[in-house]
Each structure stands twice: as C-alpha cells, then as structure tokens.
C-alpha cells in the first residue's frame, strides 16, 4: 500500500509563501507522476502542478510564474513552492502519486488559508 502524506499548509497572508511537502512511501520514479491539485467547497478538484517521472513540469494557468514544484529524490518527496499567495489560493490542498499500473494513490490533504 502506497502511503502519500502532505504537509506544511497553515495561515498566511495575502502576498505571502508557504511550502508544502509530499512524501511518499516508495521511491518517486515509480510514478508516471506526482502532482498537486487543490479543492474548495462546492467546487472540483483543479490541478495545480505536476512533475512527470522524467522531470518535467506542468502547473495550471492560475498558478503559473507564482507556483514551483520540485522534487527530492533521495527523500521521496516532492514540494510545492507557493509565493504571492491570493485569497483565492485558499482551498485543501492534495497530492497525488500516479501509479503506472494501480492508478492514483491520494492524500489526505492540507489546508492552506489565505487572510487579506
């Protein structure tokens, strides 16, 4: 069973950062990929970024130029850099580890709060 864990969502204010870290229990390269997507009431789970096995980068068009997700190989972990936060970043943040063959294992969320 794939455990996939996220962490260092909080309070902060608008126009600040925060850094949310993944780990998962396996090493990150047996997934096609790992990304970050976010959710609020009412609404559907959006992407936010995701980064493939080889590398390779993609965000939604909401977050691009403020957002950067990054990997650590050797900590199986993978993070999302958030700077210039807005109000409208607030939502439960979740990550998701894409298994090539069983599919996408998630978290269990992190908050993330943004005051104006």
């Known amino acids: 069973q794939v455990q996939v864990v996220e962490s260092g969502g909080g309070l902060v204010q608008a126009g600040g950062s925060l850094r949310l870290s993944c780990a998962v229990s396996r090493s990150i390269f047996s997934f096609k990929d790992i990304g970050w997507y976010r959710q609020t009431p009412g609404k559907s789970r959006e992407l936010v970024a995701i980064i493939t096995s080889t590398g390779s980068a993609t965000y939604g068009e909401s977050v691009q130029g403020r957002f950067t997700i990054s990997r650590d190989n050797a900590k199986n972990t993978v993070y999302l850099q958030m700077n210039s936060l807005k109000a409208e970043d607030a939502a439960v943040y979740y990550c998701?580890?894409?298994?090539?063959?069983?599919?996408?294992?998630w978290g269990q969320g992190t908050q993330v709060t943004v005051s104006s």
């Open positions: 998701n580890a894409y298994d090539w063959h069983r599919g996408p294992y």
